[in-house]
């Protein structure tokens, strides 16, 4: 499957100074749509999909995947329900995993059970120790297993093409993208394998690998779609690359590749408002105007983690005493 490619009219306006940000132009197919999809977890569904790999034994668990068919059976039903419960601290009755296998299902039960706040007041998320091995997400590990073994290298490369039109200050957008890759720790972090596992390696430093070329009109769209076809290496990084591309004297088209494991779709809306307002700032010669972040990806990492490894041996023993039958 090609790689898909998102284009945003971005209108540079000197006069005011302001960018002035289009609506996206959607180039995907459905069936690109659906497999981002099918990745794309909710923090509820992240949540449960750790508790089924820890269980079942696979990395690579899906919004559509069912519980039964990926090797669950009812002792591993019990073992799951106990492990959800310590999580949500809600009690979950036995049969919801059997009227709902299907992991966005099971999710979407459990979240009616806990209310939407339900989750950020569970334990709060703090910054980690960045000694030591970094874990993955689970998101993260299906993704980094997906890719390891999928034929098509580029399938899980975001890519993001932005037009920009007016006079471009081409220090200050370039300046711009270098301060959110400091700001982001996800975006400076590779994932080599060490001993039996992958970890996050956060670069303390990284220049983004920033290129620039003068093309024609009618070269765009097959240069854009090269690029995106261009994979990363995940053991190794970096995971982002910028190219600008000049067309006219007032006409470029910046495009910002990243892998699925390092951003996805929400993260692409904090990228632009970042990036609008650094490059306002720094086209004015101003310091960034963003202030710092509280916690990076990795501490959410250890928190999923953290939030699936607790579980309760009291919970569980309740469950087997259901399942069998006894009050």
Not at 49 to 75: M, P
Not at 213 to 221: G, K, M, N, S, V
Request: without cysteine; glycine residues 6%; hydrophobic residues 40%.
């Amino acid at each position: 499957m090609d790689a898909r490619i998102g284009e945003l009219e971005i209108l540079m306006v000197p006069a005011a100074g302001k960018v002035d940000r289009k609506a996206l132009i959607e180039l995907e197919s459905k069936e690109a749509r659906e497999e981002v999809g099918s990745l794309t977890l909710t923090p509820t569904e992240e949540l449960i999909a750790g508790v089924w790999s820890s269980l079942l034994g696979k990395s690579d668990i899906r919004r559509d995947d069912n519980f039964f068919a990926l090797g669950g059976h009812s002792l591993t039903s019990i073992q799951m329900l106990a492990r959800v419960e310590k999580v949500f601290h809600r009690e979950i009755e036995l049969p919801a995993i059997f009227e709902f296998p299907v992991l966005k299902d099971f999710s979407a039960y459990v979240d009616q059970l806990t209310g939407p706040a339900q989750l950020a007041t569970l334990r709060p998320i703090v910054p980690t120790s960045r000694d030591g091995n970094l874990p993955l997400s689970f998101a993260q590990q299906r993704l980094w297993f997906l890719s390891r073994y999928e034929t098509e290298a580029s399938l899980y490369n975001i890519p993001i093409a932005l037009r920009l039109r007016g006079k471009l200050n081409i220090e200050a957008a370039q300046a711009g993208l270098q301060e959110i890759v400091n700001r982001h720790e996800v975006l400076r972090t590779s994932f080599p394998e060490v001993g039996d596992g992958t970890i996050q390696d956060i670069a303390a430093e990284m220049e983004v690998p920033f290129a620039m070329a003068e093309i024609r009109e009618d070269e765009l769209d097959q240069v854009l779609r090269e690029q995106a076809r261009r994979p990363f290496d995940l053991s190794h990084g970096p995971l982002i690359r910028v190219s600008l591309f000049r067309i006219g004297s007032q006409d470029h088209v910046l495009l910002v590749m990243m892998h699925h494991i390092v951003s996805d779709g929400w993260s692409l809306g904090v990228m632009l408002r970042e990036f609008n307002a650094l490059y306002d700032s720094f086209s004015r010669g101003t310091a960034s105007p963003l202030p710092p972040l509280p916690i990076q990806y990795a501490d959410y990492s250890e928190w999923q983690r953290g939030m699936v490894a607790r579980r309760g041996t009291r919970t569980a023993t309740r469950l087997l005493e259901k399942a069998a039958g006894r009050p």
